[in-house]
């Protein structure tokens, strides 16, 4: 049974019209390292490193703020609501300064703990009532604590009293409306959406949010997603690595998405981030290398200016 809510949030991520938010949910995907031994699933910096340098060349940063279900992969994959919040913090601080969002670091931070919270207890028990899974958030802010310097501390502190402050409105029902800027806000107004009143969410990353919450409580998922046939292999991976039988070995390459350039329109090569490729086509315009290619997780269109 719990083998299918994964299997379910995970496919359900993608029913969205973004494809670079679910080009970072695959990377991130990609990235995931099991560790039976330590009983948790990881990220392997090096090939996050690797996989974000290449999506530079064929990938968008997402106009909005609310990204939080890049983290989906990692909460789903680990059995551990403590170890499976570790990785999150720190993945979703590399995500911060890759994507120049350092601003919003302490939102991020918080909310990533919110959202590894309310997918682990609502995987857990899909009928707990709405107050008592936010009063179990609520805990989980309450107990959190990461090591930062004396100004961030202060300031991190001050995050953490609102974000509380925030979670007891919503626990009264004193909503607020959906705000870009609001990460943490945009994921009360989810759970609020989804337990008490309906709304229209404002974009990709809320609506990918709440469909994989929705589908963990019991919604069926849309299996009418473009490259379905690899969305569903990738939540089967979902379920190894959760059961730590993948035993995926760490990354030890440094590739470089350029060596690229020297293919030829119908090659086939063996890239270390791509793996089997297809070269669908290539051509030159306003001093932009476009080039086309498939692999199994999809279709890719690297561009490479004139330097």
Known sequence: MKDNIIKTAYISAFDIKDKYLKDLIIINTKCLIDDKTQRCVYVDNNRLRDELIYYRFYGEIPGY????????????????????????????????????????????????????????????????????????????????????DKPSTIKFHMARINAIQLIDKYIDLKVEEYDNYKILGSLLNI?????????????????SIKKSILSILGNTENTNI???????????????????????????KKSDPRCLINLNEGDTYNDPIFNQIYVVSKTFNNNILNINIKSKSGLYLLKFKKS
Do not use: A, C, W
């Open 191 to 207: 759970l609020y959406d989804i337990y008490i009143e309906d709304r229209e969410v404002k974009d990709f990353g809320s609506e």
């Open 65 to 148: 703020n609310n990204i939080l279900n890049i983290l989906l992969p990692v909460i789903i994959s680990n059995t551990n609501i403590q170890k499976s919040e570790d990785e999150v913090v720190e993945l979703i601080q590399k995500y911060v300064k890759y994507l120049k969002r350092e601003e919003y670091l302490f939102e991020y931070i918080l909310s990533s703990v919110l959202y590894n919270s309310i997918i682990h207890n609502i995987i857990e028990d899909k009928n707990i009532e709405y107050k008592d899974l936010l009063q179990k958030i609520k805990e989980q802010i309450i107990g959190f604590t990461i090591s930062l």
């Open 226 to 252: 473009d490259n379905i046939d690899f969305i569903l292999s990738m939540s089967e991976y979902i379920l190894k690595l959760r059961k730590y039988k993948i035993n995926k070995k760490i990354y030890d």
